[in-house]
């Protein structure tokens, strides 16, 4: 059981703590982490979410998920890297990006804290979470961008991306 904590539109704890499936069903608002791996190429790293999955089945998206009721922010987005692509790493590696994104929707909303780091590695060194991920693979930062403009189905990023992807370019 994945417990949860419910927060308002700004991110602060409302003092109630569910279950992931009743927070979800009930669609109520909590944290989430996203991390941005990059590389010195102007890669980012994207995942190929499981056909299993609930959310998204199939499709490339980043290294993310929910902040556990006893987690820092921090905290979950280490843990995330760790469990989906086996790297460990340290907090002096996690560099925040941008503003908290509030997604409210008909169902899963939720406020996403973003995150980057850095890896120089080819894509067949990480050890990927056969439960979350059927593969990992380095895309150009452009072809992301084309692919998010294009609308392209194959992927979980959205146009709310646009600005953190172009400000990575520039790290």
């Not at 299993?52 to 902040?67: E, I, M």
């Not at 895309?139 to 709310?160: A, G, P, R, W, Y």
Request: hydrophobic letters at 35%; glycine letters at 6%; proline letters at 1%.
């Amino acid at each position: 059981m994945e417990l949860l904590r419910v927060v308002d539109k700004n991110g602060n704890f409302t003092g109630e703590i569910f279950d992931r499936e009743y927070i979800h069903d009930n669609n109520l608002l909590h944290n989430e982490v996203s991390v941005f791996i990059l590389n010195s190429n102007k890669e980012i790293l994207l995942q190929k979410r499981s056909m299993t999955k609930k959310f998204n089945p199939g499709k490339w998206g980043l290294c993310a998920g929910h902040v556990s009721y006893d987690e820092t922010l921090e905290d979950a987005a280490l843990r995330e890297i760790k469990e989906e692509i086996g790297l460990d790493i340290g907090l002096g590696d996690l560099n925040p990006i941008g503003d908290k994104l509030v997604l409210l929707y008909d169902k899963g909303a939720h406020i996403t804290y973003h995150y980057y780091i850095k890896v120089d590695k080819s894509s067949d060194e990480f050890i990927i979470q056969k439960e979350e991920l059927s593969e990992v693979k380095w895309f150009l930062i452009d072809d992301v961008l084309k692919m998010i403009k294009s609308k392209d189905n194959s992927i979980t990023l959205k146009e709310n991306r646009v600005d953190l992807l172009e400000s990575l370019k520039r790290i």
